[in-house]
């Protein structure tokens, strides 16, 4: 099974990293020379240099022989581009394309792509559900929907501040996979200390997610 | 007739003035508002900032009545979903849009349907038609 993913953001990135672990071929393609070399140094040759909206870019990608094309870059305009080459000009039987616009996805059914992820319906959906603030936000769902990509926004109150990943006793089916801390990244060890505003991003099956929020967050204030 | 334009760059301004001084209805769309400082107010018709692959930007140029839709902003695949949803989803019956790629504007022109203008080949002609003067 072949995957070219376009667009090398958080959500490329973690898609690419979990379809490898899985055993897929894939190639992970952006635009943005410095994104691709710093990707390169984990991900290796998994990464491209090459537009990924452009014939030549997905050509070059192998998109003639991928099965899957996923267009996750932050802009939607690319992402239907990315979606109608795939299917249309280089014939690969499923595209998936990640929208900004919750309103696009009609758009996009209409114009012949009928697979799109929205991270902002989601984040919305949230809210509709609970007017709660401690809450996780999906920001990707994979493996028919059982896997969920995370995240979390840390308070001073939220019950992990100050203890480290090792104090807390974490479902086995979920792992937190890095911190977003001001402007920088933190890999989580045993011995990372969680703080105040800190961005957590982990990988969690849909049923420890309400666990994993609890372990995080605590209880919503209702 | 009644034009949207999604765009206000050098084409897309001047595209503008022309059109409104000849007594059509414009609309322009442009995400930077800055961008309309070029038509230093020789520009009759309406400006609307947003970009135009947003269906509420389009829907207040008054997508649901235009006859025509011409889009020249900066990404050729902005333009392609603007023509794409006027074509297709609102069925402005005129829809012309920019695309500097050769290859991506004879795919949308062929495959797609979309009617399509790419300066790139354009300037290549008229370069090579200026040599041979």
Same mark, same amino acid.
């Given at each position: 099974?072949?995957?070219v993913i /376009?667009?090398?953001?958080?959500?490329?990135?973690y898609?690419?990293?979990?379809?490898?672990?899985?055993?897929?071929?894939?190639?992970? /393609?952006?635009?943005? #020379? &410095?994104?691709?070399?710093?990707?390169k140094? %984990?991900?290796?040759? &998994?990464?491209m240099?090459?537009s990924?909206?452009?014939?030549?870019?997905?050509e070059?990608?192998g998109c003639s022989?991928?099965?899957?094309?996923v267009?996750?870059?932050?802009?939607?305009?690319?992402?239907?581009v990315?979606?109608?080459?795939?299917?249309?000009? #280089?014939?690969?039987?499923?595209? /998936?394309?990640?929208i900004?616009?919750?309103?696009?996805?009609?758009i #996009?059914?209409?114009?012949g792509?009928?697979?799109?992820?929205?991270?902002?319906?989601?984040?919305a959906?949230?809210i509709?559900?609970?007017?709660?603030k401690?809450?996780?936000?999906?920001?990707?769902?994979?493996?028919?929907?059982?896997?969920?990509?995370?995240?979390?926004?840390? +308070?001073e &109150?939220?019950?992990?501040?100050?203890?480290?990943?090792? +104090?807390? +006793?974490?479902?086995? %089916?979920?792992?937190?996979?890095?911190?977003?801390?001001?402007?920088?990244v933190?890999?989580v060890?045993?011995d990372?200390?969680?703080?105040?505003?800190?961005l957590?991003?982990?990988?969690?099956?849909?049923?420890e997610? %309400?666990?994993?929020?609890?372990i995080?967050?605590?209880?919503p204030?209702? | 007739?009644?034009?949207i334009? @999604?765009g206000?760059?050098?084409v897309?301004?001047?595209m503008?003035?022309e059109?409104?001084?000849?007594?059509?209805?414009?609309?322009?769309i442009?995400?930077?508002?800055l961008?309309?400082d070029?038509?230093?107010?020789?520009?009759g018709?309406?400006?609307?900032?947003?970009?135009?692959i947003?269906?509420?930007?389009?829907?207040n140029?008054?997508?649901e009545?235009?006859d025509?839709?011409?889009? @020249?902003?900066?990404?050729?695949?902005?333009?392609?979903?603007a023509?794409q949803?006027?074509?297709f989803l609102?069925?402005?019956?005129?829809? @012309?849009?920019?695309?500097?790629?050769?290859?991506?504007?004879?795919f949308?022109?062929?495959?797609?349907?979309l009617?399509c203008?790419?300066?790139?080949?354009?300037?290549?002609s008229?370069?090579?038609g200026l040599?041979?003067?």
């Amino acid at each position: 099974m072949y995957v070219v993913i /376009v667009g090398g953001g958080q959500v490329g990135y973690y898609l690419t990293k979990t379809l490898l672990e899985k055993n897929y071929e894939v190639t992970l /393609v952006d635009w943005d #020379f &410095n994104k691709t070399e710093r990707l390169k140094y %984990e991900l290796g040759g &998994n990464v491209m240099y090459a537009s990924g909206s452009s014939i030549d870019g997905l050509e070059r990608a192998g998109c003639s022989r991928a099965d899957v094309i996923v267009a996750a870059t932050s802009d939607d305009e690319d992402n239907l581009v990315i979606c109608q080459l795939g299917k249309k000009y #280089f014939n690969v039987p499923k595209a /998936v394309a990640r929208i900004s616009n919750p309103r696009n996805e009609r758009i #996009f059914k209409e114009l012949g792509i009928s697979t799109t992820i929205s991270g902002t319906s989601y984040i919305a959906e949230a809210i509709e559900r609970y007017v709660a603030k401690q809450q996780l936000t999906t920001l990707l769902t994979f493996s028919r929907n059982e896997m969920a990509l995370v995240e979390a926004e840390l +308070e001073e &109150n939220s019950p992990v501040v100050n203890k480290t990943t090792a +104090e807390l +006793e974490l479902p086995y %089916e979920c792992v937190i996979a890095l911190i977003l801390r001001e402007r920088n990244v933190v890999f989580v060890k045993a011995d990372t200390i969680f703080k105040p505003k800190d961005l957590v991003i982990a990988i969690s099956t849909q049923n420890e997610q %309400e666990n994993l929020r609890k372990i995080l967050l605590g209880e919503p204030e209702v | 007739m009644k034009i949207i334009i @999604v765009g206000c760059g050098r084409v897309g301004s001047k595209m503008a003035i022309e059109l409104s001084d000849e007594g059509n209805d414009v609309r322009l769309i442009d995400r930077n508002p800055l961008a309309f400082d070029k038509l230093l107010n020789n520009f009759g018709g309406r400006i609307i900032v947003g970009t135009g692959i947003d269906e509420d930007v389009l829907i207040n140029a008054g997508i649901e009545e235009a006859d025509a839709l011409i889009s @020249v902003a900066k990404g050729d695949n902005t333009n392609i979903m603007a023509g794409q949803i006027a074509k297709f989803l609102y069925k402005v019956p005129k829809v @012309v849009v920019r695309i500097v790629d050769p290859k991506s504007k004879k795919f949308y022109e062929e495959e797609i349907g979309l009617t399509c203008y790419c300066p790139t080949e354009v300037s290549c002609s008229s370069y090579i038609g200026l040599l041979e003067v």
